[in-house]
Structures are given as C-alpha cells and as structure tokens.
C-alpha cells in the first residue's frame, strides 16, 4: 500500500501512502503536463506535491530538490547534479510546482535558482561541436529559458510590495555587513575598522547583529550573503556564528523571508556595474579566488552588463590565470604580510615597482600566473604559513629568481618586472572580450592595482570610460550580494547615482559622541574648538593634521572624512609621515588631494 516516488531521481526520499493521494488524481493535470512534458511525468507527482502543501506540509527546496514532509538536514541532502543528467528537466517541473502555490512573493528567487544550477552544469564552455550530453543540456536550459519568459511576462514586478531592506555581508577575511534600503546603501561596514587588525577572519552576519540595528529588522525580507560556501568551509566556526545564524533564521521567520548565497565572482561584478552609472558594460572581476558553485573555483571572470542585468561570459580556470599568486609570492619573499594581522601587503610592492624599470623576471612572472602546473606548486607552498627560509629555497622560487639573496634594488626589481607581468595579463585578458564595448567596469581585489587600471585606455582607446566601485575588494561583496537581489533578481530598476556612488559609507557621530570620547583621555591630551582657517593656520605651519567628520569612507582610500593632511610644498613632508606618523618605508607615496576644477 505503499508508493515510492522514484521516477524522477533514484533515493528521492519520499516515501507516502497511495490511498492519501488518489482522490487528488485528476486526469486533464495528465494530459496537460503529458503534453508539455512526456509520457514519464506522472500525474500522481504533480498532484501529491500541490495537495501536500495545501495541507500545510513541509515543501520546498532542499539544496535544489523538491522535498515533502522533509527537515533540513544533511543526510536527506540529494545532490541534482551528481545525478544522471536528465535531472536537470526536473529542475523545471519544480519551478512550476513552485510557481503555482509556494511562497509567491519570492518567485524571482526561485528562478534564479533553478536557472542558476543548469547554467552552472552547462559550464559554459561554448564548444562548436558539443557532445550529445550537453547538446541535451542545452535543449533543457533552452525550455527553461522559456518558462521563465512566460512567467515574468504575466507578472508585474513594480507591483509587488517588498519589505525595502536587504542586508548583505561578508564572512572570511574582509569582514564586512551592508543594509541596502530600496537599492542604497544606509550603512557599510567593515570590521577591521573597529579591531584594528587588517583582515580578521570572522563572520558579518555576527557583526550586523552585534550593531544592533534593531529598528530596521522589521523592514528586513532578505539576508545575502555572496562568497559561495565560504561560512563553513575554510575557516569553519570562525565565520558562522550559531546564534546570529539563529537570529537570522527567527528575523526570516517572522517576516517571511529568505536567505540567498551567491557565487563570490558574479557578487564583486553586481558590485562593479550596479555602483556604475553605465547602462552597458564589460565586467571584469580578478582576484585571489573564490567559489563560483560548490565544485568550481575561479581567480578571474568575464560579465557583461546591461540595464538591470548581468550576465556571465567567461570563467577563467583557477589555475589558468591568477595574479594573486605572483604578489602574494613576492610580497613573502620580501618578508611582507599577505594576511591577518597586518593585511595583505601587496600596496607596498606596488610602490616598490615605482623605484625601477626593470624586465628581467616578466617571463618567468607571467608563466607562474598562468600555468596550470606552476599554479599547483605555488598551492602547494601554502604561502601564508611557510617560513620565509623554506620560501627562498623552494624550487619554484630559485626557478623564477635564480637567487635567494635579495637586495633593496633587486627587490625593486622583481616588483617592477612583477608590475609589467601583470599589466601584460590584464591586457591579454581584456582583449579578448572587448568587442565594441565602450565602458569597463573592474572588481576584486586586483583592482586596487591603480596603475593598471591607468593604462587600460591607453591600450584600448574605444574605452570611454571605467568604473572601479569604493570596495572592490572582498569587503564590497556585503554590498554587491544585495544589489544582485534588489536589481537581477527582484527586477528593479537601476539607480542613478549623483556624481558617482558614495564612498562615505560608515556610521556617523555628533558632537556629543565625539566630547564623550575625547573626555575618557582628558588627562593625555588637550581639546578645544577650532574653524577650518585654524586648520590652514596649522597645515601653513608645517603642523600634521588629521580630520575626522561625516561618514567613513568604505574601501582602502582616504578621502577626507578620516585623513591625514599635510603641506605638499615641503619636500621632506613625505618622510617626515611615513616615518613619525605611518612608521613605514620611505619610499611608500601619497595620494594629492586637489581642486576637482
């Protein structure tokens, strides 16, 4: 008296009594969904499924698969993709399951979703002679692509009433949290900025929650979080913190929401086009590596942007293109951090590059970065615990350098030839995809490499214009998972940003919050109130000067909220900070701040 649903993937795990279903049989729901999608749909799924959740059962997505009556828990997880490829058609006999009764205010997601995985199997490899696997593939991405049509053509998303706050975060490294209300950002984040240690592993989930922003929870539908898998993976308890997870899962409960994990890669290009003002765009993303789905990792990929869209074209194999792996090589040979507690470095090999012209090492640079069997030797190093003596002696290292001796010049050297490499790479990269394109946008960690991204119009001159967000770094994908949300997935419309986007993105203080804490070291130092001419008075005296007001910037660039200013007509102004006030080397530069006219 039993009937085992295994028709559509073997151990699907529901197992229901056939007496409980068949008064639901209904013989037009056959012959429709027979006609759409052949005789090996049987009317019994479609019909069990509607029923049960009528009645209020457990149903919904469990990792992709449609599971009645299930908890979420490992051991009832079904991988889709490890299964026989005819699963994916399944994917779109979920959607429309789910389409018709479940959750209807989050449909968007739901496609997404299922849109998401069969592209992921596609792979997009764009081969001229596909198999007859893929060929299959594509005929189900094809029907899908149809279904989600028609379905957004009978919607109108501008009337659907959403609860206007999204709060994205970032866990790992670059901790960071973002609340994004009706498309903007109200407040960004990182948690460097209050440990003051650079790059802290921990969870930003955990610090939205420890900033107690409790007037808004009641306005929040969505949490996002966009680097795939990384809150379990590497760091483990470190960057998943059970009780805000808890805390999340009650806050969704209550206000019917949803939580959305999004591949580390397609977040950072959310970030980059979505904070532009362009309306068609090449996306460029490249960086030390992120997960793009549970099996693939990537340093590099290619999207391209249109309205309130991206799309993805080209993900680089891992191994295939990674300059992460040249600067943080070189960073700890030069015995730089590339890490907790002091941050990556690679800023200081970028103004090493500055104090040379040298070419010597470009080959040997350009082929670490792209060669798949040299990228394994350098995964292997473990670059951020191997001493430095084990370094210097490593066979990779004496085959690039041919030395393990390096003097001031010679690191300058390396840094300029390390510079050149990477330029070379970009170049090559950006060639392929350029097309007719007329604006780039650029994320990721890489980005940050300013005189790179200087030069991109001089190598291609139909650039018009290029667009680096304030945090193009991992601490940016806080922002970007939500605006994947608020534009790709929930349909708005893009916003147009005044000027450009803000990088003031941090909380503010008055002045009663500020006299509180000078007050707490009145017996260390002196206060008093002064106007913007006394500040000139001190800057025309060859005094430092630091100035704090309004929000903190958000990103690696101090521009005037939290900054250090000094007269640039002294010629030994720039020792004189590196040396008293920063404590670093001399040769390291500083950005001039002047008149926009």
């Avoid at 559509?8 to 969904?33: A, D, E, H, R, W």
């Avoid at 994916?88 to 997404?112: Q, R």
């Avoid at 030797?377 to 290292?397: P, W």
Wanted: proline content about 2%; glycine content about 6%.
């Amino acid at each position: 008296d039993l009937f085992f649903y295994d028709n559509y993937i073997p151990s699907f795990g529901t197992i229901v009594k056939k007496s409980s279903i068949s008064p639901y049989f209904n013989s037009n729901y056959y012959k429709k969904l027979t006609k759409e999608f052949g005789s090996e749909f049987s009317s019994f799924d479609y019909d069990l499924f509607i029923n049960l959740a009528k009645k209020n059962k457990k149903f919904g997505f469990l990792d992709e698969v449609v599971c009645v009556n299930c908890d979420y828990e490992k051991n009832l997880k079904i991988r889709l993709l490890n299964e026989r490829k005819e699963s994916l058609k399944f994917l779109e006999k979920i959607f429309l399951f789910n389409k018709n009764f479940y959750n209807k205010n989050t449909d968007e997601i739901l496609i997404y979703t299922v849109e998401n995985i069969i592209e992921e199997n596609l792979n997009f490899k764009k081969k001229p002679n596909l198999d007859f696997e893929n060929k299959t593939l594509l005929k189900h991405f094809d029907d899908f692509q149809k279904i989600k049509k028609n379905h957004l053509s009978n919607k109108k998303i501008k009337n659907k009433k959403y609860m206007d706050t999204i709060v994205g975060f970032q866990s790992g490294h670059d901790v960071s949290y973002c609340l994004l209300k009706n498309g903007k950002p109200l407040i960004h984040e990182e948690l460097e900025r209050f440990t003051r240690m650079k790059e802290e592993v921990g969870d930003g989930l955990k610090m939205f929650f420890d900033s107690k922003h409790q007037l808004h929870h009641k306005n929040i539908k969505y949490f996002t979080f966009g680097n795939f898998g990384m809150r379990h993976k590497k760091w483990g308890n470190n960057t998943s913190d059970s009780l805000s997870t808890s805390k999340m899962d009650k806050l969704l409960y209550k206000n019917k929401g949803q939580f959305l994990e999004l591949s580390h890669h397609m977040t950072h290009a959310a970030n980059a086009f979505f904070s532009s003002n362009f309306k068609n765009s090449l996306i460029l993303t490249i960086d030390g590596g992120g997960n793009e789905s549970e099996n693939t990792s990537t340093c590099a990929t290619i999207y391209e942007g249109k309205n309130n869209q991206i799309k993805k074209v080209n993900v680089f194999n891992a191994g295939e293109l990674n300059l992460a792996s040249g600067w943080n090589l070189v960073a700890r040979l030069f015995n730089l951090s590339v890490g907790f507690p002091k941050g990556n470095q690679a800023g200081t090999v970028m103004a090493m590059a500055s104090m040379s012209d040298s070419e010597k090492y470009v080959e040997p640079l350009v082929d670490l970065m792209t060669n798949l069997y040299l990228q394994k030797a350098y995964f292997e190093l473990g670059i951020e615990s191997i001493k430095l003596s084990d370094l210097k002696e490593n066979k990779l290292v004496t085959k690039i350098f041919e030395t393990t001796q390096f003097s001031e010049q010679n690191k300058f050297d390396i840094a300029s030839s390390l510079q050149k490499a990477s330029e070379l790479i970009v170049k090559a990269t950006i060639e392929k995809f350029i097309g007719e394109h007329k604006e780039l946008c650029v994320a990721g960690g890489c980005a940050l490499n300013s005189v790179i991204i200087g030069k991109i119009q001089n190598w291609f001159p139909q650039i018009k214009n290029i667009y680096v967000p304030p945090v193009p770094y991992d601490a940016g994908l806080a922002i970007g998972s939500a605006q994947f949300l608020w534009h790709q997935i929930l349909g708005n419309k893009r916003i147009k940003w005044k000027d450009n986007f803000t990088p003031y993105l941090g909380r503010k203080y008055n002045q009663n919050d500020i006299k509180k804490s000078l007050s707490k070291f009145k017996d260390f130092i002196t206060f008093n109130e002064n106007d913007d001419e006394k500040v000139l008075k001190y800057l025309d005296e060859q005094k430092i000067v630091s100035v704090f007001g309004g929000g903190s910037e958000s990103g690696r660039r101090a521009l005037g909220n939290r900054s250090i200013i000094a007269d640039p007509r002294n010629e030994k102004m720039k020792e004189i900070i590196n040396e008293k006030v920063k404590h670093r080397q001399w040769f390291r530069p500083f950005a001039p701040s002047i008149l926009k006219e």
